[in-house]
């Protein structure tokens, strides 16, 4: 692959019975993603299935995945992919749940901690790097003493997917063409206004 080739990736868990959770919302991006280059999901066997496409007419290469293992495994599919393509991490853009963002929110970032993400640990791990990019999308806090882990199993509410999650998928997938098409420090001065 040339060197104007990104690899997206939408990390969640597989199957229909996941698709509503909160941890999915990264797949939920990938698929708004795939759609707008009018690309097709097909399998790989990295274990994931893949979507490509240019963004724009002459714009990058862009390889969006999602990844067919459960999310504390999604770094092994993306990493395979990564290798298989010839992409190094600076170009692996991760989009991924986040309960430190209030719901809608939408965030980049580049390296470091991980958060307690089990999908983001797995990747860093299989990557052998910290030094990926990320789109950080809020699904906000649990409610009261609720456990993180099961918080963000659960659908998201009827208000919040009538009036929120169109604008927060739509928010983390331009987040994601702007990185692609704009580069990281220019994509993070526009998502990360306070």
């Known amino acids: 692959m040339s060197e104007d080739t990104w690899l997206v990736a939408g990390l969640g868990n597989p199957g229909p019975g996941y698709a509503g959770h ?4 990264g797949q939920r991006v990938a698929d708004e993603l795939a ?3 009018g690309a097709t999901f097909k399998t790989h066997k990295a274990r994931a299935v893949v979507a490509e496409g240019r963004a724009g007419i002459g714009g990058p290469r862009l390889v969006i995945a999602k990844p067919s293992t459960y999310m504390n495994l999604n770094g092994g599919p ?3 992919l990564a290798k298989f393509f010839s992409i190094p991490p600076e170009r692996v ?4 749940d986040d309960i430190d963002l209030d719901a809608g929110t939408v965030r980049l970032k580049q390296g470091g901690s991980e958060g307690g993400h089990n999908g983001l ?3 860093s791990k299989t990557l052998g790097t910290k030094n990926y990019l990320r ?7 649990p409610p009261g003493r609720m ?3 099961a918080f963000v199993l659960k659908d998201f509410s009827a208000t919040e997917k009538k009036s929120l999650l169109p604008f927060v998928i739509d928010d983390a997938a331009d987040a994601a063409e702007a990185i692609v098409a704009a580069g990281f420090d220019a994509a993070q ?4 206004r306070t």
């Open 78 to 80: 993306v990493a395979t």
């Open 147 to 149: 456990d993180a882990a």
């Open 35 to 37: 759609g707008r280059l």
């Open 121 to 123: 640990r797995d990747l």
């Open 93 to 96: 853009v991760a989009l991924h």
């Open 189 to 192: 001065d526009r998502f990360n």
């Open 22 to 25: 909160r941890h999915n919302i």
């Open 135 to 141: 789109v950080r999308i809020g699904v906000g806090r």
